[in-house]
């Protein structure tokens, strides 16, 4: 069989099991996105980046950081970046994936254990993987069984030192993790935490500062703020001890040996982080759309509310899904079907995506397109 035969057949696998995936061109309202406070288009940061264009800022950085990439846009991002998170100091990547796998496959050594939650983001699996410290899996929020993973790993010879993984919001539930009782366990068992603020910052928090606000700049814990969701850009700042930022720069092979990101992205992502700050405004109203679709949804399709901008319609079966997507898609409403690996098997659901790009109107029209495609397939 060719190389090419063989994908072929793999494929065609994936495709027997509803499970292949294409692009699809963007059409319809938009409930798909990450877009959360609509900045991707907002005046406001299109003249930032002609005023960055105009200073002269470089489109593109021409090298590592480590060697002629460097550029003063990336050192200004990061320090405002740090002052405005509070974190002694932060490290810019191309993206929140990037950002991930060097956190996880770098800062964890080999003798340590990495207690992820079971709903932890891909990007942090990558990093495990290229990682050597022994990772397990706790139940989703489950603090208790956190600490019972640590019992065991310690019981069982574990003689590393701990990290404790989590993201603020759940990309595809929703929910928060608990991080109050998140601090305490660290605390506890002196180990470090990683919070995933990838759905948070921008929406919640002290002037878009997320859930973790407050906690950056204490000695055992990272946050990770990706900058192509709410703040509408590209990349992901990773807000952490001075020592360790050293530490990737130093032995982070996706820092390393890649390319350092656009100046001009940097640029747009400092004018984004002021507008973020400044603009309660498009926070506020986001949060009162949140509000009101959570009522419509509870009344007219029985979802109840996540409490976040993120919406989970949990159909199970990945096929029935993807047929419900196509007909609210077929309305004029885009919203995606996610099935495994994604999200875990027989939890197949439609992921809706509030952002300030649609308005009540809209999700009402929404929520009846869903209701009629539920009882119709
Ligand atoms: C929780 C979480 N972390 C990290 C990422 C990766 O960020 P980026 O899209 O910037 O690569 C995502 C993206 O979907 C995410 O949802």
Request: glycine letters at 10%; a negative charge.
């Amino acid at each position: 069989m060719s190389i090419l035969d063989a994908h072929a057949e793999a494929l065609s696998i994936l495709d027997r099991r509803t499970r292949t995936r294409t692009l699809i061109t963007r059409a319809g309202h938009d409930f798909a996105s990450n877009d959360y406070l609509g900045l991707k288009q907002a005046p406001e940061l299109r003249a930032a980046v002609a005023d960055a264009l105009a200073r002269g800022v470089a489109i593109g950085a021409g090298g590592s950081r480590l060697l002629r990439g460097n550029d003063p846009e990336h050192e200004a991002l990061e320090s405002e970046a740090a002052a405005f998170f509070g974190s002694e100091a932060a490290l810019w990547f191309s993206t929140g994936f990037a950002a991930n796998s060097a956190i996880f496959s770098t800062l964890p050594a080999t003798r340590d254990l990495i207690v992820h939650d079971a709903l932890i983001h891909a990007s942090a699996h990558e990093g495990m993987r290229l990682g050597k410290a022994s990772c397990v899996s706790a139940p989703h929020n489950d603090v208790d069984g956190y600490a019972d993973v640590i019992r065991t790993w310690r019981a069982a010879g574990g003689r590393g030192r701990v990290w404790i993984a989590v993201e603020s919001l759940y990309s595809m539930d929703g929910d928060r993790a608990p991080l109050t009782d998140l601090v305490a366990l660290a605390e506890r068992e002196e180990a470090f935490l990683i919070i995933d603020e990838a759905h948070a910052t921008g929406v919640f928090g002290r002037g878009g500062r997320g859930l973790a606000d407050g906690l950056d700049g204490r000695e055992y814990v990272m946050t990770l703020r990706t900058c192509g969701k709410a703040l509408g850009c590209e990349g992901a700042l990773v807000c952490l001890p001075n020592i360790l930022a050293r530490t990737l720069v130093n032995k982070a092979r996706g820092f390393i040996f890649s390319t350092a990101p656009s100046p001009l992205m940097a640029a747009a992502v400092r004018a984004s982080l002021r507008l973020i700050a400044t603009q309660p405004e498009r926070r506020d109203r986001l949060h009162a759309l949140i509000a009101a679709s959570a009522q419509i949804f509870a009344d007219r399709i029985d979802v109840p509310p996540s409490g976040s901008q993120i919406i989970p319609v949990i159909l199970g079966e990945d096929a029935r899904t993807m047929r419900v997507a196509g007909a609210i898609q077929a309305r004029g409403y885009d919203v995606r079907g996610i099935r495994p690996p994604t999200v875990p098997a027989g939890t197949s659901r439609l992921r809706i995506s509030l952002t300030l790009n649609v308005d009540e109107d809209i999700v009402l029209g929404l929520a009846e397109a869903i209701a009629e495609a539920h009882t119709a397939t």
